[in-house]
C-alpha cells in the first residue's frame, strides 16, 4: 500500500513543545473517502429529490411570475454574525436544492461540450483506440498473416496511448472544462446565496392549501341530474 508521510517540528536538538507531528496519507484511505462520498451522493442525488421548477426558481402563481420575496441577500447589514448566516443559508440550499443543482451542472456541461464538436470527436476516437488496445491484449487479429498486437508491444502500445490521452486532455478537454465547472458554479453559487429558505416553507404551505381547497370544492361538488320527459307513444 503507498502511503505518503508529511512530518514537522524536527531538528538536531530533538523534538520540541511535546514531540514530532506527523501526517500519514495512503491512496487506500483516499479511495475509501472519495468512494463514500460518491455514494453518497449518488444516494441523496435521486428523481424523487428534485424540487418542482416553481420552487426552484421561486415562482409564484399560475402566471409564472417571479416573487420578489424569493430571492434576497442573507443579511442587510454586515456584522459578526454575517459569514455563519451565508454558511447557513448555503447549507440549507445545498441540502434541499441538491438534486436541481446537480441537474443544472449537467445542464452546462452538456452545452459546453456541445460547443466544442472537435472534444467530442477527439474522445471518440480516443475511447476507440483505447477499446481497440484492450482488444488486443486478450484477441488475435491477423491481417496479411501478420499478427497485429505483435506489431507494437504491450508496454509500447500503452505509453503512446497515455501520451495521446494526456494530449488531448490538455488541448481539447481543459478549456471546456474550466469553462463548465466556473460557469456551473456561478450559477449554482448565487442561486444558493440568494434564494431565501423562508419563502421556501411559505411558497410550500400555499401550494397544499391551495390544493386542499381544490380537493374540497371538487369534494362538494353537487351533481344535479335533469330528469327525462317521456312522452306516450300515441
Given at each position: 500500500?503507498?502511503?505518503?508521510g508529511v512530518?514537522?517540528?524536527?531538528?538536531?536538538?530533538?523534538?520540541?513543545?511535546?514531540?514530532?507531528?506527523?501526517?500519514?496519507?495512503?491512496?487506500?484511505?483516499?479511495?475509501?473517502?472519495?468512494?463514500?462520498?460518491?455514494?453518497?451522493?449518488?444516494?441523496?442525488?435521486?428523481?424523487?429529490?428534485?424540487?418542482?421548477?416553481?420552487?426552484?426558481?421561486?415562482?409564484?402563481?399560475?402566471?409564472?411570475?417571479?416573487?420578489?420575496?424569493?430571492?434576497?441577500?442573507?443579511?442587510?447589514?454586515?456584522?459578526?454574525?454575517?459569514?455563519?448566516?451565508?454558511?447557513?443559508?448555503?447549507?440549507?440550499?445545498?441540502?434541499?436544492?441538491?438534486?436541481?443543482?446537480?441537474?443544472?451542472?449537467?445542464?452546462?456541461?452538456?452545452?459546453?461540450?456541445?460547443?466544442?464538436?472537435?472534444?467530442?470527436?477527439?474522445?471518440?476516437?480516443?475511447?476507440?483506440?483505447?477499446?481497440?488496445?484492450?482488444?488486443?491484449?486478450?484477441?488475435?487479429?491477423?491481417?496479411?498473416?501478420?499478427?497485429?498486437?505483435?506489431?507494437?508491444?504491450?508496454?509500447?502500445?500503452?505509453?503512446?496511448?497515455?501520451?495521446?490521452?494526456?494530449?488531448?486532455?490538455?488541448?481539447?478537454?481543459l478549456a471546456?472544462?474550466?469553462?463548465?465547472?466556473?460557469?456551473?458554479?456561478?450559477?449554482?453559487?448565487?442561486?444558493?446565496?440568494?434564494?431565501?429558505?423562508?419563502?421556501?416553507?411559505?411558497?410550500?404551505?400555499?401550494?397544499?392549501?391551495?390544493?386542499?381547497?381544490?380537493?374540497?370544492?371538487?369534494?362538494?361538488?353537487?351533481?344535479?341530474?335533469?330528469?327525462?320527459?317521456?312522452?306516450?307513444?300515441?
Open positions: 500500500m503507498s502511503s505518503v512530518s514537522h517540528g524536527t531538528d538536531d536538538e530533538g523534538p520540541r513543545d511535546g514531540g514530532n507531528k506527523s501526517i500519514h496519507l495512503d491512496l487506500m484511505t483516499m479511495r475509501s473517502y472519495v468512494g463514500a462520498v460518491i455514494s453518497q451522493l449518488q444516494s441523496r442525488v435521486t428523481l424523487d429529490t428534485i424540487r418542482p421548477l416553481h420552487m426552484f426558481l421561486g415562482v409564484s402563481g399560475h402566471n409564472f411570475c417571479f416573487s420578489p420575496e424569493a430571492f434576497g441577500p442573507p443579511v442587510k447589514k454586515f456584522d459578526k454574525s454575517t459569514p455563519e448566516k451565508f454558511k447557513s443559508r448555503l447549507r440549507l440550499n445545498f441540502s434541499f436544492f441538491l438534486s436541481n443543482y446537480a441537474l443544472v451542472a449537467a445542464g452546462v456541461a452538456l452545452v459546453i461540450a456541445l460547443m466544442h464538436p472537435g472534444m467530442l470527436v477527439s474522445l471518440g476516437f480516443l475511447w476507440g483506440m483505447w477499446t481497440f488496445h484492450t482488444f488486443l491484449i486478450s484477441n488475435e487479429v491477423i491481417v496479411f498473416g501478420k499478427n497485429i498486437g505483435t506489431l507494437v508491444s504491450l508496454n509500447h502500445r500503452s505509453a503512446l496511448l497515455t501520451a495521446i490521452t494526456i494530449l488531448v486532455v490538455v488541448w481539447k478537454c471546456p472544462t474550466i469553462s463548465a465547472i466556473a460557469i456551473s458554479s456561478v450559477i449554482i453559487l448565487s442561486h444558493a446565496i440568494m434564494r431565501d429558505p423562508k419563502h421556501i416553507d411559505t411558497s410550500t404551505t400555499i401550494s397544499r392549501k391551495d390544493s386542499d381547497d381544490e380537493a374540497t370544492s371538487s369534494d362538494s361538488e353537487v351533481i344535479v341530474e335533469r330528469p327525462q320527459v317521456r312522452k306516450d307513444l300515441a
